[in-house]
């Protein structure tokens, strides 16, 4: 199996001034590991442990000090103008709270709508069957279209948030905390949803949590980050079967159980 994403000694740092004095926190500190081609990949750790800073530099949404990040093989930071242009398509996100990410102002369809817009030059009709069908596959129907994110319930709209994130139909999905603002009934509606997603479509996803009980459930193989570095890495089952970090141990003692 081929690796899809590629991180080497991946360092990402951030700059604070406060009254005149300059710190600097290292969130990620020289991490590195490979994501398989169709794989489930789990980070855990705790809040503040670099996870989601990393999925941010994967997004480009930071820039790292120092470090590679390959999709494909391809170093995202110096791609060619049409592999920048390309890989928004192939790599998206769907965020932790469903109601903030979610433009308030704009009904469903405008949402589902607007990507396709921006990164395709699709008929008009073309986009209407896809987002048709892409509610279909998130388990919502056509009603939804002209409504507001407000009129949703949590499990919904991160349902609507799901939607919008394979709208592109992208090689690779990051899921930062996606079921952590929900109850835990709703949760697994929406980790089911999400494992059988990804057997439908193929997806290689990077699922982020601080919650062991769901990535048991889920993740292929998991990786454990603690202060920004990654401390322990192996198959899922041998995580909570043989644990080799105290801190690793600390969290599976620590996790509540969630019947899914």
Known sequence: M???????????EYTNIQNGIKTITRAVDNVSFSIREGEIYALAGESGCGKSTLSKAITKLVKPLSGEILFEGENIFTQSKEEQKNYPKNVQMIFQNPYSSLNPKMKIG???????????????????????????DVGLTE?????YPHEFSGGQRQRIAIARALILN????????????LDASIQAQIINLLKDLKAQKNLTILFISHDLSVIRYLADRTGIMYFGKLVEENYTSAIFCRPKEDYTKLLLNSAPRLHL
């Open 170 to 181: 992208p090689k690779f999905l990051i899921a930062d905390e996606p079921v952590s603002a």
């Open 143 to 147: 009603k939804v279209l002209d409504l």
């Open 110 to 136: 405008e949402i589902l709508k607007e990507p396709l817009d921006i990164n395709t030059k699709y008929s008009n009709n073309r986009k209407q069957t896809i987002i048709k069908n892409i509610l279909g």
């Open 2 to 12: 081929d690796n899809l994403i590629d991180i080497k000694e991946l360092t990402v």
